[in-house]
């Protein structure tokens, strides 16, 4: 059974039945987290770095924004029994278009917030696949904690 | 691959669907300061199919009309002249749009949802910017990708020469499909433009909407086009195969003003606009 995470959203599971999915990554980041004692999973698919870029938002949609988002994914999966020192992080995302300058480098942007985020609160990132020109969409099984890319015209990619 | 021009491509693009006549008209007056409401009426008061698009549209989020609306009449009283061209505008459009792109890798739907996000995204910065959010411009946002119909066919085949010169050598995907193909997908646009007699500045902002031309610079529709499609590629919804491999241009930037923290800004009022306009994906496509 697939559950579709959408942009600015988040879904988390212990049912191992589900397969999490999000499309359309570009700039965005996916954030996959899983438990493998409790088999309890998430992804978090957020847009943009910073919530102070608009306080409006960040109440009305924390799961927009990295530095809102991600500890409401960590949150969530421990309402699930997950603990922080036994769950595995994988990410996908941040591509970025052809940008001489540093105009349009959101990609960027999303990753450099999450990886700062992480190092505050001591969190290491299992694998990444990272950058690039190309969307994916990231996958996470429930019943075994493996998580895999797609990228349009290249296939699938074991993180 | 043997390089082409625009007149091998001219029979291509006489076996596109045609627009629906009504929209057609329409789109011709789209730059006629004298056409108004009454003019509108006019044209589809006798096509049911269009009614019952301006009747939905006219009750969608994106609209946000206090009351429900029940008539076409008072459909156009709330909406004006220019939100009356876009809705007739997007009903034709989406019969266009309605199938698959397998040279692109785009799923059938994806064009059409890739362009109406283009539109919203226009819509978006010209309200930021404090510019016009006519129709104009969002017809020429809804359009901008038109030419990748008619060159699907002919990425298909060069897909590999393609993809090698974006992934080894640093070229931009049209950039690529001009020194494989010999034409780029926004020129092929600017022709279906000029065979269906569009006005000259939709035509022209589809033509440059990957700013090849120095003409481009000089033209803000085209300019706003580029940038709603950049910004769209940015996010990474529904792309094919060309993805986010597009230039981006930072005098556009200085051009409007814009700072990368305006382009995070743009994209978070961008997304529940976004929310608002599915009912663009439940319109009715027969003629």
Redesign the interface.
Same mark, same amino acid.
């Given at each position: 059974m697939q559950i579709t995470v959408g942009v600015a959203d988040m879904q988390v599971t212990n049912n191992p039945q589900a397969v999490l999915v999000t499309h359309s990554l570009g700039s965005c980041m996916g954030v996959a987290v899983y438990d493998p004692q409790v088999r309890v999973g998430g992804i978090l698919h957020y847009m943009l770095p910073e919530a102070s870029l608009d306080g409006n938002k960040s109440t009305e949609k924390p799961l927009m924004f990295a530095d809102t988002g991600i500890p409401l994914l960590f949150k969530e999966c421990y309402r699930y029994g997950a603990v922080k020192s036994r769950m595995i992080v994988k990410i996908a995302g941040g591509s970025q278009i052809m940008d001489s300058g540093c105009f349009f480098n959101i990609g960027k942007r999303n990753y450099a917030a999450l990886r700062k985020i992480f190092l505050r609160n001591n969190v290491l990132i299992k694998n990444e696949d990272i950058g690039g020109f190309s969307p994916r969409t990231l996958y996470l099984q429930i019943s075994t904690g493996k998580v895999w890319v797609k990228i349009t015209g290249e296939g699938e990619k074991l993180l | 691959m043997m390089k082409i021009d625009i007149a091998h491509i001219l029979p291509d693009i006489k076996s596109l669907p045609p627009f629906p006549e009504v929209t057609q008209k329409v789109i011709t007056t789209l730059d006629d300061p004298e056409v108004g409401i009454q003019e509108l009426v006019e044209i589809v008061q006798y096509d049911p199919n269009l009614t019952a698009n301006i009747l939905k549209m006219s009750n969608s989020a994106y609209f946000g009309f206090p009351r429900e609306v029940h008539s076409l009449n008072q459909a156009l009283l709330y909406l004006g002249t220019q939100n009356l061209f876009k809705i007739i505008i997007a009903s034709g459009a989406t019969r266009l749009y309605g199938r698959c792109c397998n040279g692109y890798?785009l799923d059938q739907g994806e064009l059409w949802r890739h362009s109406v996000s283009t539109a919203v995204m226009a819509s978006v910065i010209s309200r930021w910017l404090g510019v016009p959010d006519g129709a104009l411009l969002f017809t020429a946002a809804l359009l901008h990708d038109i030419g990748k119909l008619v060159l699907d066919y002919y990425v298909h085949d060069a897909f590999t020469e393609i993809?090698a010169l974006?992934k080894e050598g640093?070229y931009?995907f049209q950039e690529a499909e001009r020194a494989v193909i010999g034409i780029d997908h926004a020129a092929v646009g600017g022709e279906i433009a000029r065979q269906w007699n569009f006005p000259d500045k939709i035509r022209l902002a589809i033509a440059y909407h990957h700013l090849e031309s120095p003409e481009a610079l000089k033209n803000d529709l085209a300019l706003l086009v580029y940038l709603a499609d #950049?910004l769209v590629?940015? /996010?990474?919804?529904? #792309?094919?195969?060309d993805? #986010?491999?597009? !230039?981006?241009h930072?005098w556009v930037?200085k051009h409007f003003g814009l !700072?990368? !923290?305006h /382009?995070?800004?743009l #994209?978070?009022l961008f997304?529940?606009e976004m929310q608002k306009a599915q009912e663009f994906f439940n319109l009715d496509f027969r003629v």
């Open positions: - | 890798i993809m974006v640093n931009a #950049l590629i940015i /996010l990474g919804a529904n #792309l094919g195969v993805g #986010l491999a597009y !230039r981006g930072p930037m !700072r990368v !923290r /382009l995070e800004q #994209l978070a997304w529940p």
